[in-house]
């Protein structure tokens, strides 16, 4: 089945920085979701990015599928913008299941 | 703006009880998915439904069971609640219709689940 890396694993910062959390993936995917896991465990969308570019306010995500992977880019990073980001991609066939990576876990300090 | 809830944020329950839990949506979406979350697992797909009365297993369905008599409605049972279903649960739910599953999916609050 497809697998789902994400790098870096840990990553801290300190406010007002930038970052670049990376996802590769194994196999061709038309479906790509970041989400941002806050430390009460919601999962909050943020793109839903198959391919191209998005952007929504301080966040960006590319995904270039031809190469299998996608970029979630976080400029000037607030504290709030801590917690666990995830990628997803769904796998073969039509289960609906959705391949999370393991996670980056941000952490921005003030 | 779409909008998943669930039942309870924290549950603590005892062995062998028979636990629900409920998740509702309120954007008329036809998908409905039920996944735990562990440490060092990551998401786990438990039952997804793609209509009313429809049902099917993910990875790892077994000590649980769903129902969906309503489209808005999904819940997750435990028939003989165990300590190895201590975990996170999410809710999520999208939208494609006619069996297709590759759509956005939201996610509700979670419910973390206590087994004693």
């Known amino acids: 089945g497809i697998q789902v890396e994400q790098s870096p694993p840990d990553l801290i910062l300190q406010e007002g920085a930038n970052s670049t959390l990376r996802c590769n993936f194994s196999?061709?995917?038309?479906?790509l979701q970041w989400f941002h896991q806050n430390p009460w465990g919601q999962l909050i969308n943020l793109f839903y990015?198959?391919?191209g570019t998005k952007q929504n306010g301080r966040l960006s995500a590319t995904t270039v599928a031809t190469e299998r992977y996608s970029l979630l880019y976080i400029s000037s990073s607030q504290t709030t913008d801590s917690g666990v980001y995830f990628c997803?991609?769904?796998?073969?066939?039509?289960?609906?299941?959705?391949?999370f990576g393991q996670g980056t876990t941000l952490q921005v300090k003030p | 703006d779409v909008k998943v809830t669930q039942s309870s944020r924290y549950l603590v329950k005892r062995t062998g009880e028979k636990v629900f839990l409920e998740c509702v949506q309120d954007?008329?979406?036809?998908?409905m998915f039920w996944y735990r979350q562990d440490p060092g697992l990551g998401l786990r797909l438990i039952y997804f439904?793609?209509?009313?009365?429809?049902?099917e297993k993910g990875d790892i369905p077994e000590g649980y069971s769903v129902s969906r008599e309503k489209k808005e409605r999904f819940s997750l049972i435990l028939e003989s609640a165990s300590t190895n279903q201590t975990s996170m649960y999410l809710c999520?739910?999208?939208?494609?219709?006619?069996?297709?599953?590759?759509?956005?999916?939201?996610f509700g609050p979670g419910t973390r689940l206590t087994v004693l």
């Open positions: 196999d061709s995917v038309n479906n």
């Open positions: 990015i198959p391919s």
């Open positions: 439904s793609y209509d009313v009365k429809m049902k």
């Open positions: 999520a739910s999208s939208l494609l219709a006619g069996g297709q599953l590759k759509d956005t999916q939201y």
């Open positions: 997803a991609v769904y796998g073969s066939g039509n289960t609906g299941k959705l391949i």
């Open positions: 954007m008329d979406h036809e998908n």
